[in-house]
């Protein structure tokens, strides 16, 4: 009996001093197989810690001895070949995994190019044209006469009111008047200031009612001297008269077409230079006319109703009409906007304050056709 307790004695002590690359005998073990998520092989440690020693590596795919000793929440001991240690359980599977297919690499997306300001005016006139604004065969280059200007303001209070027919009826000055003004006698060319004018009035012509309403966007004009300047060039002198429109004072009328801008891309009607001057005594250029024209198409809309933000919260505003398009913007609990279309899906494109175009939830708004 003490040589047989001996023997199992002596038998223990020499598993005890089994190297680690020997094969143990578990009848408790079971196969499983190496996956990782990027194809590699994974380490296989001498102890369960990522501080420990590495054995050796064990390729994707190939199938491991799990032994049933030491099943830990983050380890197993394993063997592989004629090694024994230990891997992490998430690169093991109790299925062998297919083939690793490494993933198609994705192009790499090239910069948006921004275009530059003289990029942009030029994409501006281009979509003139195609909308029908700029008359056939009118040149960008040059001075722009009384005829250009009246032309493009035809065509846009046409489109604007949907009739191919339609005359403008708020003249600022009619050809004649001109060319019988200082102005015309000066320069033959429209000034910048009753340029100004003429689109207040092709504003009345596509039907806004009260053009000043909104100052919300006022620049500093720093040559209001030369604004009235050009009023005497243009001989409108007289008092004002509540039933004649152009006895307003020009300063306003500049200030109400310098307030109103392009909803498409937030540009103003007319353009300042860096230092906020309208120089209203200069000649109007026809690229500035053409863009002038333009942005003022899409500076004013025919509002279809308004929305009111009713909800409790904050609503998102979102530049199109889906959960998925950028929050733009909040709107308050209350908050009052102009509708300028009913988009489907239960959503309404809105006038901001800016003179940008948004998109709010039904859901968040109570709608009046008001």
């Known amino acids: 009996m003490k040589r047989i307790i001996a023997l199992m004695m002596l038998l223990a002590l020499l598993l005890g001093l089994l190297p680690v690359s020997a094969s143990i005998y578990d009848p408790g073990a079971g196969t499983m197989y190496i996956k990782t998520e990027n194809g590699k092989s994974v380490n296989m440690r001498e102890q369960a810690g990522t501080d420990a020693k590495v054995i050796t590596t064990i390729p994707y795919g190939k199938s491991v001895m799990v032994y049933s000793d030491f099943v830990g929440g983050q380890w197993s001991h394993v063997q592989y070949g ?41 994409n501006e006139i281009n979509a003139a044209r195609k909308l029908g604004i700029v008359p ?14 009246h032309n493009l303001l035809t065509n846009v209070v046409r489109l604007k009111t949907k009739n191919p027919e339609a005359q403008r009826a708020h003249y600022y000055l009619t050809k004649e008047e001109y060319a019988a003004s200082g102005a015309g006698a000066q320069y033959d060319m429209v000034l910048r200031g009753v340029a100004a004018a ?6 009345l012509d596509m039907g806004d009612p009260n053009p000043e309403l909104n100052h919300t966007n006022d620049p500093y004009i720093a040559d209001m001297a030369d604004i009235q300047v050009a009023q ?33 891309n937030g540009q103003a009607v007319m ?82 304050p ?13 709608y009046s056709q008001q």
């Open 82 to 122: 004629m090694f024994n240690g230990f891997v992490m359980n998430q690169f093991l599977t109790d299925r062998q995994p297919k083939p690793f297919t490494p993933p198609t690499p994705k192009p790499t997306p090239r910069p948006t190019a921004i275009p530059s300001p003289e990029q942009r005016r030029a």
């Open 136 to 149: 056939e065969g009118m040149k960008v280059e040059g001075l722009c006469t009384w005829t250009d200007l």
């Open 198 to 203: 003429e689109l207040y009035g092709a504003l």
């Open 232 to 264: 005497q060039y243009a001989g409108r002198t007289a008092p004002y008269d509540a039933n004649d429109w152009r006895t307003k004072d020009l300063t306003s009328m500049v200030l109400t077409v310098l307030d109103h801008t392009d909803i498409q």
């Open 271 to 352: 353009e300042l230079d860096g230092e906020h001057n309208f120089y209203p005594t200069h000649p109007l250029t026809r690229e500035e006319a053409i863009l002038a024209a333009a942005r003022l198409y899409n500076s004013w809309t025919t509002y279809v109703g308004t929305v009111v933000v009713t909800h409790s919260r904050q609503a998102n505003l979102r530049g199109g009409p889906s959960m998925k398009d950028a929050i733009v913007g909040k709107a308050d609990p209350g908050a009052r906007y102009p509708v300028i279309a009913v988009e489907k899906g239960g959503w309404y494109k809105v006038l901001l």
């Open 354 to 366: 800016d003179g940008k175009s948004a998109h709010i939830s039904g859901s968040m708004v109570a």
